[in-house]
Structure formats: structure tokens, C-alpha cells
């Protein structure tokens, strides 16, 4: 089996298993659903480089679109996030070594 035949297969399963939990309710994908299925569409449109027209075919409760503007959010919150001082001497105090 191939590396896109088994993400395929995930990213179905996932679909499968956010509907069967909420079968008469309107889909609300909580933040784990989201990533799952962010992360999985993004490595599945690496590796086959579909485009988000071909990815309908396998995405079917949420549109491609959706999926990869979680994916954006998820690497934007990655990049901002602000580092704490570690400790030690502080970078401004070396300037005043006499």
C-alpha cells in the first residue's frame, strides 16, 4: 500500500469518525478533529500535489479550503510564539563589561 493510499485512508477515517459521533447535530469538528485532518490533507497535497479541486474528492464533510486555512492557522500560531527569557546574564549587561 502506498503512502497516499494509507493518508487517503486516514483522512477518512477521521471524516468517518467526527460523522458517526454527531449524526443528527451540525458538524463542530473540535481543535484535535481540525488538526488531524489539517495535517493529514496538507502531507496527502505534498505528496500526490493535487490541487485543492482533487482533494474534494477525498474531503467530504469539510471543503479543502477549510482544511488547509486550519493548517495555516496551526503553522501562524507555531511562528508567533514569543520565548521566554531563559535566564542567565542579560544580553545588555555584556555591553557594560568594563
Known sequence: MSEQEKLEILI???????LQRKQEKPI?????????????????????RWSTGQL??????????TVLGWHH???RRKWSYT???KGGRPKWIACLKV
Open 12 to 18: 477518512l477515517r477521521q471524516q468517518l469518525a467526527i
Open 28 to 48: 463542530k469538528t473540535n481543535r484535535a478533529e481540525k488538526m488531524m485532518l489539517a495535517i493529514l490533507t496538507t502531507k496527502l497535497k505534498a505528496v500526490t
Open 56 to 65: 474534494r474528492s477525498i474531503l467530504r464533510i469539510v471543503q479543502p479550503e
Open 73 to 75: 492557522d496551526l503553522v
Open 83 to 85: 520565548h521566554r527569557n
